[in-house]
């Protein structure tokens, strides 16, 4: 059964300091992976989405992911962020017959 | 548009009552999903539509029905209400021919507690 590993519970990070966000997916075939941000009170919003091709995928928002086939990853990237980016952010994986499948989520905090 | 639209925003249930979570979508969308969110959990399919007049079981459906009798509107109901089901639930929409490869967009969220 398809899986998805999110190591990181909560990160602190600095206004204006970079940001990598940890994913390893669990998937027999070529997986369609998602980034979703859920910002408090609100409901899910797509950053952006993989399914072949590039494997740096660009996003809403200036974040950006690359999958790593060989790591089984797809970690998810900022180079400067912003107070507004403090959301909690999941990634799922999808693909042929199964249903999408969400992380446990990684909630990140800003500080000034 | 307003997307994905859910009543109400928060309800507090006493166990054993009944309750009908509203779901509408006004992009047309053909797929509709029922979602719940509990703390450090993900997100869990309860119950899923690929159009009017279809749906199908989730990962966790017990103790919860839908049906999707328009295009725009998929309900779910809660008949008995136990503590188990205190949670934030999310109602979802996607348009290609697909559960697991397409976009889908959620509403806003219902986060409902019994008691």
């Known amino acids: 059964a398809q899986s998805v590993t999110q190591p990181d519970i909560h990160i602190t990070v600095s206004e204006g300091a970079s940001l990598e966000l940890r994913c390893n997916y669990s998937?027999?075939?070529?997986?369609?992976l998602f980034w979703y941000v859920q910002s408090p009170g609100q409901g899910l919003q797509l950053l952006l989405k993989y399914f072949s091709g590039d494997t740096l995928v660009q996003g809403i928002k200036g974040f950006e992911a690359e999958f790593k086939r060989s790591q089984s990853s797809f970690n998810l990237r900022k180079p400067s962020v912003h107070w507004s980016d403090a959301a909690e952010y999941f990634c799922?994986?999808?693909?042929?017959?199964?249903?999408?499948?969400f992380g446990t989520g990684t909630r990140l905090t800003i500080i000034p | 548009n307003a997307g994905v639209t859910q009543t109400p925003k928060f309800r507090i249930l006493k166990i054993g009552q009944s309750m009908t979570l509203q779901c509408t979508q006004d992009?047309?969308?053909?797929?509709m999903y029922w979602y719940r969110q509990d703390p450090g959990m993900g997100l869990k399919l309860i119950y899923y539509?690929?159009?009017?007049?279809?749906?199908d079981k989730g990962e966790v459906p017990n103790g919860y029905n839908v049906s999707r009798s328009t295009t725009e509107d998929f309900p779910l109901r809660l008949e008995l209400a136990a503590p188990s089901q205190t949670s934030v639930y999310f109602c979802?929409?996607?348009?290609?021919?697909?559960?697991?490869?397409?976009?889908?967009?959620f509403g806003p969220g219902t986060r409902l507690t019994v008691l």
């Open positions: 799922a994986v999808g693909g042929g017959n199964e249903k999408l499948t």
């Open positions: 979802a929409s996607s348009t290609l021919a697909s559960t697991s490869t397409d976009t889908q967009y």
């Open positions: 539509s690929v159009g009017a007049g279809i749906t």
């Open positions: 992009m047309n969308h053909n797929y």
């Open positions: 998937y027999g075939a070529t997986p369609y």
